[in-house]
């Protein structure tokens, strides 16, 4: 990536974070990612946004090795940029802007091609952790909870997306892990009007499963 797609790139996330900033549930949610104690963040919400952007773009996975990366090719544009683990507080606190951001160029999307038509939906479970670290675990405390899927326990979200029948995808929202897919149906299909396709637990409107309490059982 050049350096005029990498400014691009940045002046699109930082006018969507202004954007936000000028909504009152915007305004509420921004006034979580500054401390209100000690040392402010040497990155900007937009800034870490950005180079979130940039690790996906590039397949790097690796959070660790995307930070020692940055430190010899990103610094120059970013010279704000914090060690490791610093940079990966700030990435995990980024993580509801950059749904909100995802779910806005998939609304944009949704209007460039339409709307109508047949759609596919699924979700896939998202772990945070393995099952025997569930009760120390606790980056995703209070959000994570335990579910079951048809390859076993797991802890952690559940992922659903939505796509056209071109496999677009149109449409996304997570959920704790022991959700029934049923709860999110509404919101997964908000804005969408068609032909939907999706998995028996899509299907049970008025009929929501009892979330699963504890964790599983033991690994042997």
Known sequence: ????ALITLYCIVDDFIKALADTESGRKI????????????????????TLNILRF?????????????????????????????NFLKATNMSFPFAVALLGYI????????????????????????????IRTHKVAAGFASCGKTGRGWFYGFKLHGACDARGNLVNLC???????????AESLTEGLSGLFVGDAGYLLRGEVLERPRGPPPAET
């Open 57 to 85: 773009h590039f397949h790097i996975f690796d959070l660790k090795a995307f930070a020692r990366l940055g430190e010899g090719s990103f610094k120059p544009c970013f010279p704000g940029l914090p060690n490791y683990e």
């Open 174 to 184: 997570f959920s704790p892990g022991g959700d029934h897919d049923s709860r999110h």
């Open 1 to 4: 990536m050049n350096d005029i």
């Open 106 to 133: 998939l609304r944009l999307g949704r209007h460039a091609h339409g709307a109508a038509g047949g759609f596919f939906m699924d979700s896939t479970p998202l772990s945070v952790c393995k099952n025997r670290n």
């Open 30 to 49: 921004l006034a979580s990612w500054n401390p209100k104690r000690g040392p402010q963040r040497r990155l900007s919400l937009s800034e870490v946004l």
